[in-house]
């Protein structure tokens, strides 16, 4: 459809609604840095996430990704920001109708049996209706805002404008690596038709988890920017932490198998853990509902995690250099290696204890982990500009937004022995097989899984 084609001049009208909003958070950093004007962070934050909620597409969910990527933004604005994606504003019946009849036809509404005019669900990139099938069947009808492809081209330049000019506030941070992978994701999860093949790959994954529901498209009523998919009845995870602590550790349980079974068999990660991408079943299962975003690994890297674990296990340090090297990192000193194994004790710190634990034992205020995550990012620039490889975006993000998840449930669980149920059998020519198998009988394209080990300046 030419509304929502990538063009010039959706483009620029893109540029002069979010041009405001990013332009005044820049000017307001810069006139700190450079002339000393002191600004009030708790405040101006809650004003940018106002306005940002007012602005349909990608440059919210950049908003939200941003909050949860460590050393990306101040402290300040990721604790705002964190809650925007799912407090998001809904688009009226007007807008729904021209939309789907763009999608399906004029005659629309005929091709269900009734279609509720009304947004379950609201977030950055589309909203998600309820609806009946002409079978009875109860159905999700997740639709596309318009022109978003324009949308997302001009809020990654504002996006990179913004970086750069916090770059300037905060020398410590780097971001050119955050904005790609950032990019190339956004793109993807604009087309609905791959979504779909990735829901498919996840119903692959975890046929065999009784503990994980998986949405099943419905393609007659689904097109690049509709996607047409059973409903799943659910409670949302932050209602489901009133549950007893039984409860609560079982749905931790079916979320880490959720979670990790697509990563240590088949390389693959949601790249997308907000809290309101899943919904918990009566039986404390837990159901997925979004799929735009993941992340596909090769067996290399797979096991180079593994192979960390081991290395900080038996405290071997040689064998933790060689995982760092495997999945890209250049030459690493002591210092630089001591910085990095911080962060990957933290991580790990639940798995290397066989007993029963919460995932974070001391409380802390604001994002899990971000702190030092923070102080670790900043720690590799100041030893000479090491950055972690592009992969790491959206595992460091993963990493943090599970252990959040894990965190409001307040789950006390044997972590250790779950981790060690999943590795047990591990072997990277069988991951390796697998992954190809499942994503070419699911339909997802192939291109995706990224080259680790891969020399860096």
Known sequence: MAQDDDSLTGRIKRYARV?????????????????????DKSNHATDLTKALGGIKGPLMKVAQLLATIPNALPKEYAQELATLQSNAPSMGWPFVKRRMASELGEKWEQRFKSFEHEAAH????GQVHRAVGKDGSKLACKLQYPDMASAVEADLTQLKFFLSMYERYDRTVTTDEVHTEIGERLREELDYTREASHMRFY????????GVTVPTAVPDLSTSRLLTMNWIEGTPLLEAVKRSVADRNEIARNLFRAWYVPFYYYGVIHGDPHLGNYTVRDDNGINLLDF??????????????????????????????????????????NEIIEVLN????????????????????????????????????????????????????????????????????KAEVNWHRLFHELIADFDSDALD???????KDAGVPMANPPKTGRKRR
């Open 342 to 409: 911080r962060w990957a004790r933290f991580i790990y710190a639940p798995l290397l204890e066989d007993r029963k634990r919460r995932i974070q034992e001391r409380e802390e205020e604001g994002v899990y982990g971000r702190e030092l995550a923070e102080g670790v990012h900043r720690e590799l620039r100041r030893l000479g500009g090491i950055k972690p490889p592009r992969e790491f975006v959206f595992m460091d993000r993963a990493a943090l937004g599970l252990g959040s998840v894990f965190t409001h449930l």
């Open 292 to 333: 735009g975003c993941i992340r596909v690994f090769d067996a290399k890297f797979v096991k180079g995690v593994i192979d960390l674990y081991r290395a900080l296990d038996q405290n071997d340090n040689d064998l933790a250099v060689a995982a760092y090297h495997s999945w890209g990192f250049g030459k690493l000193d």
């Open 203 to 210: 119903a692959l994954m975890l046929a065999k988890e009784d």
């Open 433 to 439: 097989k697998r992954q190809k198998k499942a994503m």
């Open 122 to 125: 609201a977030a950055s990139l």
């Open 19 to 39: 041009s405001t909003t990013m332009g005044g958070l820049a000017a307001r950093l810069a006139g700190q840095r450079y002339l000393g004007i002191e600004i």
